[in-house]
């Protein structure tokens, strides 16, 4: 008897191309579920913006910083008004210092509050054995080149905490504190006066929720935004 594969010889041919396309169809099916499983772009940027968000919610907590930035909607107008007379009024207040915190963090330049009002503890403390660990977790935090929350100083009076870090005494910071509060005093101040967020308290009305609004820490830049820059004048 002839093999029936010489005798229909196409049927090999269909059979063998049966197979090939099973097999492409197999393999396809096994990497479909691979491709859609990985995540596209914007899903990465959505991840991604969601672990910010909870990071930041994170450490407001754990720092004891408020993250209601309507909280300070109970503030009488009458109370809100003393503020503008100076920037020392405003921080000698609670709710003032709170108001004008939550104002730096709009701007993303919670930092130079944040040294100040760690200065001011460190200097309420009564013995030498609190100044030390105070003093090397305020140089870490926004004295030292990189620091996390590094605070704009210039260069001498960097040099002299620095030094001064080594034998720390009540007033190891004041230059440096000095310093972060004038640069407050004479540009974050101004602009927190003008905000929606003060003009609001003053005249009474809920705040609400201030615009994020990313900004150099450097006021002489902030000074010039919307500027194109003419590089030449570097050649």
């Not at 990071?55 to 503030?75: C, F, I, M, R, W």
């Not at 609190?130 to 590094?150: G, H, M, S, V």
């Not at 615009?211 to 004048?233: A, E, K």
């Amino acid at each position: 008897m002839e093999n029936p594969l010489l005798l229909f010889p196409q049927l090999n041919i269909s059979a063998s191309k049966d197979k090939s396309y099973y097999k492409v169809m197999k393999s396809t099916v096994k990497e479909e579920p691979n491709k859609a499983s990985k995540p596209g772009a914007k899903q990465k940027r959505n991840r991604l913006s969601l672990l910010l968000q909870k990071s930041e919610l994170h450490e407001a907590e754990h720092l004891g910083k408020p993250t209601d930035l309507t909280k300070a909607s109970s503030v009488s107008p009458e109370e809100a008004m003393k503020w503008g007379k100076s920037f020392d009024k405003l921080l000698s207040q609670k709710d003032g210092l709170d108001a004008f915190t939550r104002f730096l963090k709009t701007e993303f330049s919670e930092e130079n509050i944040e040294f100040w009002i760690a200065c001011e503890d460190y200097k309420k403390s009564k013995t030498t054995n609190e100044l030390f660990p105070k003093a090397k977790t305020i140089y870490e935090t926004f004295i030292r080149k990189d620091a996390p929350k590094e605070v704009n100083l210039d260069f001498k009076t960097k040099e002299v905490t620095s030094q001064n870090i080594e034998q720390p005494v009540i007033t190891t910071f004041d230059a440096a504190q000095t310093t972060v509060y004038r640069l407050m005093e004479q540009d974050s101040y101004p602009r927190f006066l003008r905000s929606d967020l003060y003009s609001n308290l003053v005249k009474g009305r809920n705040p609400g929720r201030p615009t994020l609004r990313r900004r150099s820490r450097s006021f002489t830049v902030n000074d010039f935004q919307g500027v194109r820059p003419d590089y030449t004048i570097w050649q």
